[in-house]
């Protein structure tokens, strides 16, 4: 059973533009969101992380926003960059189940210059 | 720091075969977690370890896998015997875990794993 979700396993995007990333869960107990880059070859990489207490945290060009009555949170990327091209993840946890990360299938995002 | 450290990058055995993958965590981390990618299901949660006690292995397929943390700074995940259902890239990842602190996972580089 999928806890979280990415229901689009690709994205492409012009350089420049914005590239908005979704992600959405079931479980309402999760109070603590992230998102992981992922490179070929790589291991993942954290990048943003926001609170249950938030609704919208950022850092430089990335943004996360997080809809609690949705279940849904998003990652919008300004300006979209050609090394921004990678997997991204989106992981979930919850304090109360021992704070594992739960994490969706990934979205490969493309940045074409 | 060096990182979580993974070891091999890649494993290429034959079904039947016993594969050990190994990771050492970042020193002054007290959780790790063992993850597998696959297309379908992403970064599925085999089993986690805090302060090197198993905490969760709900995750873990079958019998056939096993993991170990017999101190802080090193673990294993074996599968034996292995088939080729479970080739896939293998991750450790490792945290720090605190009350009231929201904990981050840094990530190996991961084991390619192709059981033939």
């Known amino acids: 059973d999928q806890q979280v979700k990415q229901n689009s396993p690709s994205l492409s995007v012009q350089e420049g533009r914005i590239s908005i990333l979704n992600c959405d869960y079931t479980?309402?107990?999760?109070?603590?969101f992230l998102w992981y880059k992922k490179y070929p070859a790589e291991g993942p990489t954290f990048l943003i992380s926001i609170s249950s207490i938030k609704d919208k945290n950022e850092d430089g060009r990335f943004t996360v926003f997080l809809n609690k009555s949705a279940k849904h949170l998003s990652l919008h990327i300004v300006p979209s960059q050609p090394g921004d091209s990678a997997v991204y993840f989106c992981a979930a946890s919850a304090e109360n189940r021992g704070n594992q990360f739960y994490f969706g299938t990934g979205t490969s995002l493309t940045v074409i210059p | 720091d060096a990182g979580v450290i993974q070891s091999p990058r890649h494993e290429v055995t034959e079904m039947g075969q016993e594969v050990t993958l190994r990771c050492k965590p970042i020193s002054g981390h007290n959780s790790l977690f063992w993850y597998r990618q696959t297309m379908m299901r992403g970064l599925e949660l085999l089993i986690y370890?805090?302060?090197?006690?198993?905490?969760?292995d709900s995750g873990m397929p079958e019998d056939r896998f096993s993991a170990k943390m017999p101190n802080a700074s090193f673990s294993t995940l074996k599968i034996q015997p292995s088939e080729p259902r479970d080739s896939a890239v293998y991750f450790c990842?490792?945290?720090?875990?605190?009350?009231?602190?929201?904990?981050?996972?840094?990530f190996g580089s991961g084991t390619q794993l192709s059981v033939l």
């Open positions: 990842a490792s945290g720090a875990r605190g009350a009231g602190t929201n904990e981050k996972l840094f």
């Open positions: 370890f805090n302060n090197n006690v198993p905490i969760d």
């Open positions: 479980n309402s107990m999760f109070d603590y």
